[in-house]
């Protein structure tokens, strides 16, 4: 295909860029042209989307096979860009959110679960779900039944600028003891980046369009799983202490969070990771074994150091206050 990526130099977007170049397909990026150099064999358009006749500047004279936008902010820069090219592409696939489903998230949920208010036009991005739906609904206004919104749910793997797996192999990297979010035992639904990738560019070739909630099958791992299977790929001297919600609400410890596992209250959230994804199973999504996605997101961290932190997040550094960690290691030790 000949595919343009609005973005194509973070996790997602880096993820598909690369996805695509080794399909063999003719990968355009139109970004900033800031944050890395283009891959080689990628022909780079520059223009800040937030400026509109830049953005036309950028496309004007070119068409598309495919079009992936991985927005995540001001649903109106969805809105332009797809109206610019509805008659210049085939098929505009837009990285949505899970979080586009009104909360709280019903158990079991599928694509047919309520949705928030969004509007395509909207300039504010301080509310992410909206914003998300409001670019789902820019999309749509611009391509119809020619658009695939893919509701992701927890996406991990290699280049990801959120958080949670660098974040985690970095505190075992330390060794020693470390404190866990009990129970062991809670189930975990999350995609590898590059699965989400795989999907995307063959959902594009052949046309698929709708939403689809795209994410790995319920019960398939535990986080007990993924932490354990962390230790082993990366060979860490490390003993994980399991700390239940109680003592880590008291102790102001927010872990179990960055998995969408707690909220601020110590409450656990329903419908976080059993979502129904029978319908992108169909439409032949796929998924690699835990194993690999730990171990090839560890040899990332190794070979290029750690993600910038995020503009719109707190930086990781943050997240945990290793003295009240320690305090509660030492009362679990008695």
Known sequence: MKLLVLGGTHHVGRAIVEAALERGDEVSTLNRGLSRDPAP???ALIADRTDPEAVRRALVGREW?????????????VREAARLLSGRAGHYGYVSSRGV???PWPAGADEQAPLVDGDPGSTDDADYAAA???????????FGERALLARAGMILGPYEDVGRIPWWLRRLEKGGRVLAPAPAQTPLQYLDVRDLATWMLQSAERGLSGAF????PPGAITLGDLLTTALEVTGFDTELVWAPPEPLLRHGLP????????LPDGGAPSGMHDADVRAALAEGLTTRPLRETLADTWAWLQAEGDPAPRADAPSPDTWLDAAAEQRLLDQLSH
Do not use: I, Y
Not at 132 to 142: D, F, I, N, P
Not at 213 to 216: A, P
């Open 41 to 43: 064999g990628v022909r």
């Open 132 to 142: 998300k739906r409001g670019g789902e609904l820019a999309v749509l206004e611009s």
């Open 65 to 77: 096979d495919a079009v992936v936008d991985t927005w995540a902010w001001a649903p109106r820069v």
């Open 213 to 216: 909630t795209v994410t790995g």
């Open 101 to 103: 489903h009104r909360w």
């Open 255 to 262: 872990l179990g969070m960055e998995f969408g596992l707690r």
